[in-house]
C-alpha cells in the first residue's frame, strides 16, 4: 500500500544525513524509483509476507517493498547514517515498517521475523556470497530470494556443468533452489556506479528440502571438490573418501568437478552418508 505521506527525494536524503557510500561496506545505491519499482516486482508475489530487506541505504528499494502488498518489511541495516536516514519513513509506514541496526552476517533472520518471510534486498558487494551461503543452509525457512549481485557473482550462482563459472555457488544454490537471473542492471544506474554491471537473481526453494545432515555433507563434498579444481577428483575428495567413495557413487575418478551435475553431486553426497 503506497505511503499516504511521501518521503523526501532519495538525493535528498542522501544530503540531509551526508549519507555518501561507503567502499568498506560495499555501499552502491539504486536511487531511480520506476527501476526500484521493477525490482520489487521481480519479487512478487509477496501479499501476506514479512519481506526481509538486507543494507537499505537511504530506503529507496523499502520504499518500493512497502508499496507492495507485503505484510511488513523489516530492515536490517548496518550503518548508524542509513539508519538515521530511513526512520521518518518508518514513521510513515503505518507500522509496516521495521529499522533494526544490526549486521546481516550474525542476525537470527527467522528468530528476528516469523513467517512466511522472503529476502530482497540490494546485497552488499563485499559479503555477498558469504550471506547467501548461510541463507541457503536454511533454505526452508524462506518463501523466496531475491539478491541482486555483482553480474560476474549472478552468472556464477547460475552457472551450467562444463563452464568456467560453474563452482561451489552454483551447486549449493541449484541444488536447493529453482535459480535464475531476472534482470540485468548497468553500472550507470547505481549511485556511485560501481567498476561492473550487476544482475538481479530470484532464488525459489525447492519443496522437501533436504535434511541438515544432508546439507552439511553436501558442504563438505563441495568445498573439497572445488577447493582443487585443476585435480582429478580422486585426488580432490581423497580425504572424505577418494576412489572409494567416487565408485560407490558410480563417478569416474578421473573426471574433474566442474564436470558434475548437480545430481551427481548428489550421489555423492549420499554415498558420503553412507559411508557413515
Request: hydrophobic residues 50%; glycine residues 6%.
Amino acid at each position: 500500500m503506497p505511503n499516504e505521506i511521501l518521503p523526501p527525494p532519495l538525493r535528498e536524503v542522501i544530503k540531509t544525513y551526508d549519507l555518501r557510500a561507503d567502499k568498506s561496506l560495499g555501499q552502491h545505491f539504486l536511487l531511480d524509483p520506476n527501476l526500484l519499482a521493477s525490482i520489487a516486482a521481480r519479487a512478487e508475489p509477496l501479499a501476506g509476507v514479512n519481506v526481509i530487506e538486507i543494507g537499505p541505504g537511504p530506503g529507496g528499494l523499502t520504499r518500493a517493498l512497502l508499496a507492495t502488498g507485503a505484510r511488513h518489511v523489516t530492515a536490517i541495516e548496518f550503518d548508524p547514517r542509513a539508519v538515521a536516514a530511513i526512520k521518518a519513513l518508518a514513521e510513515s509506514a503505518q507500522g509496516r515498517l521495521t529499522i533494526l541496526q544490526a549486521d546481516a552476517m550474525k542476525a537470527d533472520l527467522p528468530a528476528l521475523v516469523p513467517a512466511p518471510r522472503a529476502i530482497v534486498a540490494n546485497l552488499p558487494y563485499n559479503i555477498g556470497t558469504p550471506l547467501l551461503i548461510s541463507w541457503l543452509m536454511q533454505a526452508a525457512q524462506y518463501q523466496s530470494f531475491t539478491l541482486m549481485f555483482q553480474l560476474e557473482v549472478a552468472q556464477r550462482i547460475c552457472a551450467a556443468p562444463n563452464t568456467p563459472a560453474y563452482g561451489r555457488i552454483s551447486v549449493l544454490a541449484q541444488w536447493l533452489c529453482d535459480v535464475a537471473i531476472v534482470m540485468q542492471i548497468p553500472a550507470s544506474a547505481f549511485a556511485p556506479p560501481p567498476k561492473v554491471d550487476s544482475a538481479l537473481i530470484r532464488l525459489v526453494p525447492k519443496p522437501n528440502q533436504p535434511p541438515r545432515r544432508q546439507i552439511q555433507a553436501m558442504e563438505k563434498l563441495t568445498a573439497a571438490a572445488f577447493g582443487q579444481r585443476r585435480k582429478m577428483l580422486r585426488g580432490a575428495l581423497k580425504g572424505i573418501g577418494g576412489i572409494a567413495l567416487l565408485d560407490a557413487a558410480g563417478i569416474d575418478p578421473a573426471r574433474r568437478a566442474e564436470t558434475l551435475s548437480v545430481e551427481e553431486f548428489e550421489q555423492l553426497m549420499m554415498a558420503i552418508l553412507k559411508q557413515g
